[in-house]
């Protein structure tokens, strides 16, 4: 573990992850929970991590967007931001960064290709958020994550320069407004099902208002899920986002 401890602080020539003084808090958010049934004296995995990482994440991309495009509305932040912070393009992002060669697995992980998936790389990027918020504080985190994300938030409003602005309305909001219009509440979301082993799980979402299921959805993440279950309740209603 040491040696990829210590090209942990190589990387990517453009894209370069955070030094983390704390090799306790380092090792922890490289490890998932896998590598930890198996092999019980790890310590603890990166799960705690992750759900810190994500919150500080959110926190400073929001931050960052606001700052950065005084024009737009809260809407097309939302959508922004929520393009910026998806599995996929973190995943995407933790695979560009050197995660896959890090990240501590179990036998069953590592054999289902689990260093390629977008979903693992996604968590444990969140992690190493975490982790060197702790290690570092807001401000460190604060100056990793914003030239990081302004050039990806750059490059996507580049691309969607001439499209619409409702092309940024997140399914999950558009969906919200229309339940507060038509009937004067909040929808609620509920994970149905879960299935898969732990480092693939699969989950089912479903989306209702007043006790009326109004879509279900599917992913890797329950976030996922709750998104594609409203883009399926849009559908049902006929709108488009």
Same mark, same amino acid.
């Given at each position: 573990?040491?040696? *990829?401890? @210590?090209?942990?602080? &190589?990387? #990517?020539?453009?894209?370069?992850?955070?030094?983390?003084? @704390?090799?306790?808090?380092?090792? *922890? =958010?490289?490890?998932?929970?896998?590598? !930890?049934?198996?092999?019980?004296?790890?310590?603890?995995? #990166?799960?705690?991590?992750?759900?810190?990482?994500?919150? !500080?994440?959110?926190?400073? !991309? %929001?931050?960052? +967007?606001?700052?950065?495009?005084?024009?737009?509305?809260?809407?097309?932040?939302?959508?922004?931001?929520?393009?910026?912070?998806?599995?996929?393009?973190?995943?995407?992002?933790?695979?560009?960064?050197?995660?896959?060669?890090?990240?501590?697995?179990?036998?069953?992980?590592?054999?289902?290709?689990?260093?390629?998936?977008? %979903?693992?790389? #996604?968590?444990?990027?969140?992690?190493?958020?975490?982790?060197?918020? +702790?290690?570092?504080?807001?401000?460190?985190?604060?100056?990793?994550? *914003?030239?990081?994300?302004?050039? +990806?938030?750059?490059? &996507?409003?580049?691309?969607?320069?001439?499209?619409?602005?409702?092309?940024?309305? @997140?399914?999950?909001?558009?969906?919200?407004?229309?339940?507060?219009?038509?009937?004067?509440?909040?929808?609620?979301? *509920?994970?149905?099902?879960?299935?898969?082993?732990?480092?693939?799980?699969?989950? &089912? =979402? $479903?989306?209702? !208002?007043?006790? &009326?299921?109004?879509?279900?959805?599917?992913?890797?993440?329950? $976030?996922?899920? $709750?998104?594609?279950?409203?883009? %399926?309740?849009?559908?049902? +209603?006929?709108?488009?986002?």
């Amino acid at each position: 573990m040491h040696e *990829q401890v @210590d090209r942990f602080k &190589i990387s #990517n020539m453009d894209k370069q992850l955070p030094l983390i003084g @704390d090799r306790l808090l380092l090792t *922890q =958010a490289l490890t998932h929970r896998s590598y !930890v049934n198996e092999y019980p004296e790890a310590g603890e995995d #990166n799960e705690r991590l992750e759900f810190l990482g994500d919150a !500080v994440l959110g926190f400073l !991309v %929001s931050e960052l +967007l606001y700052k950065t495009y005084p024009t737009m509305s809260e809407a097309q932040l939302t959508r922004l931001r929520s393009i910026l912070v998806d599995e996929s393009q973190l995943g995407k992002l933790g695979k560009e960064l050197g995660l896959g060669e890090l990240m501590r697995l179990g036998k069953g992980a590592e054999k289902d290709k689990g260093r390629e998936n977008p %979903s693992l790389l #996604n968590d444990t990027f969140e992690a190493i958020i975490g982790a060197y918020f +702790l290690d570092a504080g807001i401000e460190a985190v604060r100056g990793y994550i *914003q030239p990081l994300f302004k050039s +990806l938030a750059d490059e &996507i409003v580049a691309v969607q320069t001439n499209i619409p602005a409702k092309s940024f309305v @997140d399914s999950k909001n558009c969906f919200q407004q229309w339940a507060l219009a038509n009937h004067g509440e909040n929808p609620i979301y *509920q994970i149905i099902d879960e299935s898969g082993p732990d480092h693939a799980k699969e989950f &089912i =979402a $479903q989306v209702s !208002v007043k006790g &009326i299921v109004y879509g279900i959805g599917k992913g890797r993440r329950k $976030q996922e899920a $709750q998104k594609r279950a409203a883009e %399926s309740a849009l559908k049902q +209603l006929g709108i488009g986002v």
